[in-house]
């Protein structure tokens, strides 16, 4: 009995091992605790990464993200953002400015012309923010009192504009004042292209949230493939509001269809066959003044066969665009039907409420999902 006991106890310790077994067995249990260290960091992180095409709204859900859970922007935050501000009312009298050119719209007041072709030759997009002095603030505020210029407005359209050039114009009286604050819904609407990859970290729940947002514009990516591995979720953003407008790099390519072309092309990417994908189908306030201003979807997108003036349909059709290019995405893979989490969200990444019960949403959902998909 007793030598049947030390049989036992030899067998289980390991003491009837080769070398080689012995070394094998080392290298598993090393394997085996790494695994852990592994699975214990995944839980304690999801990796969040932004993608859509240019000016769809990334860079406003990032800073959203830092209203909501990182407590705000400090200080030298506020100064830098109220530069952005400058900077956008110059980017956005230039673009009018140029467009009054091209589209031979007179100017009510034609000594505007002069003033403006300066500044309409040498601004640059990637240029630092700068502080516009009190004579150039008060050029823009003429150009935007121009009855002219309210006409070029009105055909935006068939410029590239920035989509909050009207609000911070509105509130030039505002800005000109030396003693003018910036406040979070001016930084909200503020506009920086992104180049390269920006990361944001926040504690959400005992878990870091790393956020990862990179450049739209199509020279941009290219760089987005660093940032592919390891990803737990995909947040793709597309603009509702786009659909009669063009791509700033290519002038003939309708921006809806670019953006339905790159998420499928995602959707298709090896390195995402396991992700959650999240789309944001954004800018939802000036999708409905573009509807009910009068510019018909059907005009720029023939397959939609709903009634005009309706924002309700709208929506549905655009939402049911991406969700079929999601199935075709994957019957072309070879696959069949995707069964990885996908939700959709109407968003206007401006609205800090919103943003914030969607987020809600989808921490209530996808990273529990995203923890059951690792079995961790």
């Known amino acids: 009995m007793a030598e049947l006991c030390l049989q036992f106890f030899s067998l289980c310790c390991g003491g009837n091992q080769t070398p080689e077994e012995a070394e094998q067995s080392k290298r598993d249990k090393a394997i085996d605790r790494q695994i852990s260290k592994s699975?214990?960091?995944?839980?304690?992180?999801?990796?969040?990464?932004?993608?859509?095409t240019g000016e769809c709204g990334k860079s406003t859900f990032i800073k959203q993200?830092?209203?909501?859970?990182?407590?705000?922007?400090?200080?030298?935050?506020?100064?830098?953002?109220?530069?952005?501000?400058?900077?956008?009312l110059l980017q956005a009298a230039t673009?009018?400015?140029?467009?009054?050119?091209?589209?031979?719209?007179?100017?009510?007041?034609?000594?505007?012309?002069?003033?403006?072709s300066p500044y309409v030759d040498i601004f640059d997009e990637n240029s630092e923010p700068e502080m516009l002095q009190p004579n150039e603030l008060n050029m823009i505020k003429r150009l935007w009192a121009d009855k002219g210029v309210m006409d070029c407005y009105d055909r935006r359209r068939e410029y590239q504009l920035l989509d909050s050039a009207k609000y911070f114009l509105d509130k030039i009286s505002k800005i000109e004042n030396p003693n003018f604050r910036v406040e979070l819904q001016d930084i909200l609407r503020t506009r920086v292209r992104t180049t390269g990859i920006i990361e944001e970290v926040?504690?959400?729940?005992?878990?870091?949230?790393?956020?990862?947002?990179?450049?739209?514009?199509?020279?941009?990516?290219?760089?987005?493939?660093?940032?592919?591995?390891?990803?737990t979720s995909v947040i793709f953003l597309a603009s509702l509001s786009e659909y009669d407008m063009f791509l700033q790099e290519c002038k003939t390519k309708n921006r809806t269809e670019e953006s339905l072309q790159l998420f499928k092309e995602l959707v298709k990417y090896p390195h995402f066959r396991q992700t959650s994908f999240i789309l944001f189908l954004n800018k939802?306030?000036?999708?409905?003044?573009?509807?009910?201003?009068?510019?018909?979807?059907?005009?720029?997108?023939?397959?939609?066969?709903?009634?005009?003036?309706d924002t309700a349909k709208g929506r549905d059709f655009f939402r049911s665009l991406f969700i079929d290019a999601r199935e075709e995405a994957f019957i072309e893979s070879g696959e069949a039907s995707p069964t990885t989490p996908f939700f959709v969200h109407f968003t206007c990444a401006t609205d800090t409420q919103s943003v914030r019960n969607i987020f809600d949403s989808i921490r209530a959902t996808v990273f529990c999902s995203n923890l059951e998909t690792m079995a961790l």
């Open 284 to 309: 939802t306030d000036l999708f409905t003044e573009k509807v009910m201003g009068g510019t018909h979807i059907s005009d720029y997108i023939p397959a939609y066969q709903g009634p005009q003036f």
């Open 202 to 231: 926040f504690n959400v729940d005992k878990i870091n949230l790393r956020i990862i947002d990179v450049g739209g514009q199509r020279r941009e990516r290219r760089k987005w493939i660093h940032s592919f591995e390891g990803v």
């Open 95 to 116: 673009s009018l400015a140029a467009a009054m050119e091209s589209l031979s719209i007179p100017y009510q007041d034609p000594s505007l012309a002069d003033e403006l």
């Open 39 to 52: 699975k214990a960091a995944m839980r304690k992180e999801q990796k969040i990464l932004l993608l859509g």
């Open 65 to 88: 993200m830092r209203i909501i859970l990182g407590g705000g922007f400090p200080e030298d935050q506020y100064e830098y953002y109220l530069r952005v501000v400058h900077k956008n």
